[in-house]
């Protein structure tokens, strides 16, 4: 049987990083962030507005596509850095030291670090807008959105097919010794990761968070099997969330079975 495992890897990794991070600089970005947090339908009317986007980005023009994006990233990547250093100078050197190297010094390294720092940035604050509930009808929705855009619009393949293309920080091009070559993650994939990871620490203590990145692992290896087994799109996030109820009924037997009297 063969299964592809760098993208699993990079989940596990990603999702330790950001649960570590996110409660080291949560009161901060809590500060930066106004304490706002959103409410139900603020994390609906977020699912709709990333799914809307998705198919505007199917239709626009190749020279607007990047710039677009690259804006949106610069302001991101600029707002992280003021949350872990607590200075705008340095967070406003970030953005444009970002965007030069989108102009001038991009290549597979370059946009992998700056994909990741900007998942990073994203995750951590998501994550402070986000509770349990909230976080629960977020995934929801942009499992039910990734869904529908890979198999039934084809919008998020052609969207990822673009910012591959255009090398876009909306991705990862990690290599892949199964593959010979390399797969591609999008960057919305790390956040689903991390939501869930960090939702569930922030629900069952931190510990249960480390042992979510296990369950999501298992999911990641599943979804990488199914897909070169086909040969064909997946949504990610479907796997992603799957791996989460798994994580939740293991949760729920194990408290029962601990509360039955031992004989």
Not at 206 to 213: A, S, T, V
Not at 216 to 237: D, E, I, K, N, W
């Amino acid at each position: 049987m063969s299964v592809e495992v760098s993208i699993p890897i990079s989940i596990v990794l990603f999702s330790f990083v950001v649960l570590l991070l996110y409660f080291r600089f949560e009161e901060r970005t809590r500060d930066v962030l106004g304490g706002e947090t959103f409410r139900l339908r603020d994390a609906l009317l977020l699912a709709l507005i990333i799914s809307v986007t998705i198919i505007v980005w199917v239709f626009l023009p190749a020279l607007v596509l990047p710039f677009v994006t690259i804006l949106f990233s610069s302001f991101v990547v600029a707002l992280t850095t003021y949350i872990f250093s607590q200075k705008r100078l340095l967070s406003a050197l970030t953005a444009v030291f970002f965007v030069l190297l989108y102009l001038f010094f991009w290549n597979i390294f370059t946009l992998n670090v700056s994909a990741f720092y900007l998942a990073i940035g994203a995750s951590i604050i998501l994550n402070s807008l986000l509770d349990w509930k909230t976080g629960w009808i977020f995934v929801g929705s942009i499992s039910v959105m990734d869904f529908i855009h890979v198999f039934y619009t084809k919008a998020m393949v052609e969207v990822a097919a673009k910012a591959e293309r255009m090398a876009l920080p909306l991705l990862m091009i990690l290599p892949s010794p199964l593959l010979h070559g390399y797969v591609v993650i999008g960057v919305g994939d790390f956040l689903i990761a991390s939501l869930i990871v960090v939702q569930t620490a922030k629900k069952f203590g931190r510990k249960k968070g480390f042992l979510c990145i296990l369950f999501l692992f298992v999911a990641s290896v599943v979804m990488g099997f199914v897909a070169y087994s086909y040969r064909s799109p997946l949504p990610a996030t479907v796997f992603l969330i799957s791996g989460w109820i798994a994580f939740l009924v293991f949760q729920k037997v194990y408290g029962v079975m601990k509360q039955v009297p031992r004989m």
